[in-house]
């Protein structure tokens, strides 16, 4: 890939910016901050004004928003390729569906739904995007996802240049949302993670890659136990220490599904390089990369306030309760792989920012913009359960070589 140019776009509320992005365009790609029905914000005002209890005005008025900012960024709904939708509860989702039907179709974008809390307790869906913008060198080729021949609301893959966003995979072996149908096997983990990894090798092999050539993961399941009953099947189709990925406890889009498995992997023939860092603590290998820089971007893991770890001894080190010792630990951490990538904190264009409740939060931000101007990237805030109860923050960030 050629030499990246970078453009950001500030994002505003009534002329009060925001502590976030509206996007940012690296290259050909588009990458939008999550949006949610919020009209009015000033965080430094307490002012949070939202259609409270109305899921389809709050989910106009982030459609509304994402519109301008897709134009903004020179792009449009039809080349969106990837999203995840972020709702309280399952019955925001089908109330959101017909309203967002209107503005593209999902059956193109690849996508994952997470149940879970959001920025305020009066948001009731949040969505993330991330776009391109056709003529810069990159095609697309999206790859619609079947059960048993009934054509899914969601891609099973979009392959954009060498890079492949994959959907989210869970354990259904049927859906048929109209029908009402959803066929899993209730309650068994094992049997739910290789349904999972099947369907997810045969994705991977239909858009031209393989487990080999996966970097980043994002890892969502209902309880740390179900992780550690998955695990052990997933090594077997791909070495999770050369991944970079975050674990997340939250719900997903059936209440029977234990977990849901997200991935990007690249495409070596069509002439990217890519390097994996290995994470350690205190000398310990981690089941996690560090970062994965494939051609100019870099991907980096979630990173939290563990001071030390090793999974097999039952170690998690940590500043218990502190949110600021902890979020203070996580961006030396981050800052030490960025530099070990290459890159530095201004050249840092998206994150996802974990927190196991707002309070965290906003004990956390001053300590951020210690290192990174929040509104300089496109960002989104996710309230739900983390790696280890005692983890109260973690932070997810992309940043490229210039």
Not at 50 to 75: M, N, P
Not at 333 to 340: E, F, G, P, V
Request: glycine share 8%; aromatic share 16%; charged share 20%.
């Amino acid at each position: 890939m050629e030499k990246l140019e970078r453009k950001t776009y500030p994002c505003y509320y009534n002329e009060v910016v925001a502590p976030f992005a509206a996007s940012n365009v690296v290259g050909p790609f588009v990458f939008l901050s999550g949006f949610n029905g919020l009209t009015h914000l000033d965080v430094e005002k307490g002012i949070f004004e939202i259609a409270v209890g109305d899921a389809e005005a709050q989910v106009e008025a982030a459609c509304q928003r994402i519109d301008a900012a897709l134009k903004q960024a020179g792009t449009s709904w039809e080349n969106v390729f990837w999203r995840t939708y972020y709702v309280s509860s399952y019955w925001v989702y089908k109330k959101a569906y017909p309203i967002m039907e209107k503005y593209f179709k999902s059956k193109d974008g690849s996508g994952t739904l997470v149940i879970c809390g959001l920025a305020h307790p009066n948001i009731l869906f949040e969505v993330s995007f991330i776009a391109y913008i056709p003529g810069k060198g990159f095609e697309r080729k999206t790859y619609p996802s079947y059960f048993n021949g009934v054509l899914q609301p969601f891609a099973s893959s979009n392959t954009v240049g060498p890079f492949v966003f994959l959907s989210g995979v869970n354990g259904l072996t049927h859906l048929d949302v109209k029908k009402g149908i959803y066929e899993i096997d209730v309650g068994n983990v094992e049997t739910q993670t290789e349904v999972t990894f099947k369907r997810t090798t045969a994705a991977l092999k239909q858009a031209g890659t393989s487990w080999e050539n996966v970097f980043r993961g994002t890892y969502y399941v209902n309880s740390y136990w179900v992780y550690e009953k998955a695990y052990p099947i997933m090594e077997k189709y791909f070495k999770s220490k050369d991944v970079s990925s975050v674990l997340a406890v939250a719900g997903l889009a059936h209440h029977n599904v234990l977990h849901e498995f997200e991935f990007m992997a690249y495409i070596p023939e069509k002439g990217l390089e890519r390097k994996t860092y290995p994470c350690y603590y205190n000398g310990v290998l981690q089941p996690f990369a560090t970062s994965n820089v494939v051609g100019p971007f870099v991907f980096l893991s979630g990173f939290n306030g563990l001071t030390h770890l090793d999974v097999e001894k039952g170690i998690f080190e940590i500043a218990v309760g502190d949110a600021e010792a902890q979020v203070e630990a996580a961006c030396q951490r981050i800052d030490a792989a960025l530099k070990q990538a290459g890159t530095s904190w201004e050249n840092v264009f998206r994150g996802t920012y974990y927190v196991t409740n707002y309070w965290v939060y906003e004990k956390a931000y001053p300590i951020m913009e210690k290192y990174f101007k929040g509104k300089d990237v496109s960002a989104t805030l996710v309230v739900c359960g983390l790696a280890h109860p005692n983890v109260l923050i973690e932070l997810e960030f992309m940043a490229y070589i210039p």
